[in-house]
């Protein structure tokens, strides 16, 4: 995010995962030992005129003392948890779908092809300050010890969270000096005591801010490579990059013929790819629109405190075990009854789901306590935050959803987002269509891009041979638009391809190298306009 705090930027994220869950991840960790790979991010913003909440999804996996995150913030902030659930229920909820109607009949025998129906479809802390170092604040916030510092030497907030095991690599005092320069304060963050790993939950800031911000500088430092970064802006109007490109893919290249599961693990590389040769800065958009059936994609916390009510006159053993069948899809529950239910030596986490092995391995006395804290934890860790993080979604303003891969090397701007009413909306669906006929017994087919792509009737495929079975190499880029956006007007045209259908003599699947056709693309009148501004 490229603009200055001292100009009303939002919060910046420290993002170096220790112990990285594999595609998943977000938020800045700072182990005891060095900083792993990060290998994603997830952020939620919602604007209310000057005020900004962020929702910072936060993955790690490792021993709770090596535990620490770390997040700058322009000013003091209210801080809350939210639920992993409603992430996970937003990103199915708000994700690109790729329909292909098919139309005609294709050959019913060739060498890799698909049978007449096209194919088969694949749907579905220490609060005790260091020299030169404030400790503005400490308070429990859901597992978490949540300290704010602030300080005007970057080498002693460095010091002071070095002190604290917050390992920033050798690169620390560096990292920080352009916030602590920009007089932003720090929420540092540790578990409690008794709180395990499982127990982490997202991260709720509010501040006074004009605009949204990634701080994706401090990323850097420990970024796997093409790095997906998902956002989601809640505002009055659609959200756009103020300081990076905005990316539209060329969807000729789209897999849009195995189901759209495999068109959107297929969108996810066609948009490395378009990043890639806009320069490494630049975001595209999912979807920009009014939301309006949202809330019911997303948990309901007046449906989890029903469940739980439900359990209230069963006995103790009942309710821990009916608790978890309930609620322990969340491993935050568990953990939390694992802090005052310890399991007896040699046995395994299946006890507590268990009432009849419950009331044999633990006294009445000891089941009631466990009870009273796990009911008082679903309804203030669990419940309360899903109230509080679906809130941050359901009253039907404009919800615009970004997405983009980055590298190390390309993190050295931390993109702004602004509002602009002048855009229009991009649909969730992009939509083809295939349209097949059997010719002396040759198939030939055509693609035609639909709506959603930007390229409404636009015939990109003109083949013969076998329908693929994933999307057909070709010589063409992987953006078809890039623009600069901005709080008003339309995009400026920054780079545009248009070309002429692909030509198709011979399609092979690419099936893991079982392939035996070769391709042979003719790419009629390409045409490159590059507009300076």
Known sequence: MNVRFSSGACFVLFCALCWPVAGLACGGFFCQTLPIDQAGEQIVF?????????????????????????????????????????????????????????????????????????????????????AGVNVESVEEVGSYIATVISGTDPQEVANWLLERNYQLTADGAALLAPYVEDGMKFVALKLQDNRDEGSIQPLILKYQSEKPVIPIRLTAVAALEDMGVLVWVVGDARAVPENYLHVTPNYTR??????????YA????????????????????????????????LPSAERLRDNLNQLGSSGNADF??????????????????????????????SLYFDRSALSVSFTGEELA???????????????????????????????????????????????????????????LE???????????????????????????????????GPVPL????????????????????????????????????????????????????????LRRRIVHS
């Open 430 to 464: 992009r939509n083809a269509s295939l349209d097949a006929s059997c010719i002396n017994g040759e198939t030939k087919w055509t693609l035609t891009l639909g709506e959603g792509t930007g390229r409404n009737d636009v015939m990109v495929i003109d083949a013969a």
């Open 369 to 427: 306590a466990a009870r009273a804290a796990l009911d008082t934890f679903i309804r203030d860790d669990v419940i309360e935050p899903t109230r509080v993080s679906v809130d941050l979604l359901d009253d039907n303003r404009y919800l615009t959803r970004l997405y983009t891969t980055l590298s190390a090397d390309e993190m050295t701007v931390d993109p702004a987002f602004v509002f602009n009413s002048d855009m229009g909306e991009q649909q």
């Open 254 to 263: 789209l897999n849009w013929y195995t189901g759209s599961r495999n068109a």
């Open 266 to 297: 297929s969108y996810q590389s066609l948009i490395t790819d378009a990043m890639n040769e806009a320069g490494g800065q630049g975001f595209a958009t999912d979807y920009a629109g009014r939301f309006n059936n949202l809330a019911s994609r």
């Open 46 to 130: 919602r604007k209310d005129g000057s005020q900004i909440t962020a929702m910072v999804q936060i993955q790690f996996e490792g021993e709770a003392s090596d535990f620490g995150w770390v997040v700058p913030v322009p000013s003091t902030p209210e801080i809350d948890i939210g639920n992993n659930a409603v992430f996970t229920a937003l990103d199915v909820a708000t994700r690109p779908q790729f329909n292909l109607s098919r139309s005609g009949q294709a050959c019913e025998v060739s060498i890799l092809g698909t049978s007449t129906d096209g194919g088969t479809s694949v749907d579905d802390n220490d609060s005790a300050a260091g």
């Open 470 to 525: 994933a999307a057909p190499a070709m010589d063409q880029a992987a953006s078809w638009k890039v623009e600069r956006t901005s709080s008003a007007g339309l995009p400026v045209v920054a780079d545009e391809n248009s070309y002429g259908p692909v030509s198709v003599a011979a399609v092979s699947t690419g099936g893991g190298g079982i392939g035996v056709g070769v391709l042979f693309f003719a790419i009629a009148g």
């Open 320 to 349: 821990i075990a009916g608790a978890l069948r309930d609620f322990g899809s969340d491993p935050s529950v568990l953990s939390a009854l694992a802090a005052v239910l310890p399991l007896p030596e040699g046995q395994t986490a």
